[in-house]
Structures are given as C-alpha cells and as structure tokens.
C-alpha cells in the first residue's frame, strides 16, 4: 500500500520560495506534483522518474520549479522560485507504478494536499 504525506505548503508573497515535500511509503516509480486551482482542472507541474533521470515540467513552471527525491528518505520535493499569484493552488503529491509516466491516469496513488498561497 502506497502513502503519502505532503507538508510545506503556506502563504508567501509573489517573488518569493516555497519548498514542499512528500513522504511516501510503499512500492513506487514515477512520483510527480500536481496542482488544482479553484474551478480548474488538477494538472501536472512537474515528474521525476524512479531513477531521478528523467525529469518534466509544466511549461509555465520550467525554470523556476525544481523536482527532486532522496530515495534513501523516500521524500519527493519541488523547490518553487519566484512564485506568481497564478501558482496559487492546493498541490498534491501522486504516485505511479509505472517507470515513467506524464500521464495523470497513470498516477494512482495520491496525498492529500497541501495549499500554496502566493500574494501579490
């Protein structure tokens, strides 16, 4: 059984940092961060690979986000730079089994959110 548990998530003011984190426990693979805005559709911001060598991010996140993982700690992270009011969502950490997914049908395991507020 997988789980997950994120934390990190707060209030900042645009230009600033945020770092979340996500602690899983069970078997996985492709681990991502998505995110859900009031009103939208929850979409995928960033994927790391089981390897940590393959990497995606979300077009209007590349540059300023960063995935990363320590396996031996089995904690995900996304680092978050220079943050814009329109990254404001409550962000979830998902699991996959499969290698390498971008897929969010293929992400079946799922925390339960952390909220990250940006202030302009």
């Known amino acids: 059984q997988v789980q997950l548990v994120e934390s990190g998530g707060g209030l900042v003011q645009a230009g600033g940092s945020l770092r979340v984190s996500c602690a899983h426990s069970?078997?996985?693979?492709?681990m991502g961060w998505f995110r859900q805005a009031p009103g939208k559709e929850r979409e995928l911001v960033a994927a790391?690979?089981?390897?940590?060598?393959?990497?995606y991010y979300k077009g209007s996140v590349k540059g300023r986000f960063t995935i990363s993982k320590d396996n031996a700690k089995n904690t995900v992270y996304l680092q978050m730079n220079s943050l814009k009011p329109e990254d404001t969502a409550v962000y979830y950490c998902?699991?996959?089994?499969?290698?390498?997914?971008?897929?969010?049908?293929?992400?079946?395991?799922w925390g339960q959110g952390t909220q990250v507020t940006v202030s302009s």
């Open positions: 998902a699991a996959s089994t499969a290698f390498w997914s971008t897929s969010k049908a293929e992400y079946g395991y």
């Open positions: 069970g078997r996985t693979f492709s």
């Open positions: 790391i690979s089981t390897t940590g060598l393959n990497t």
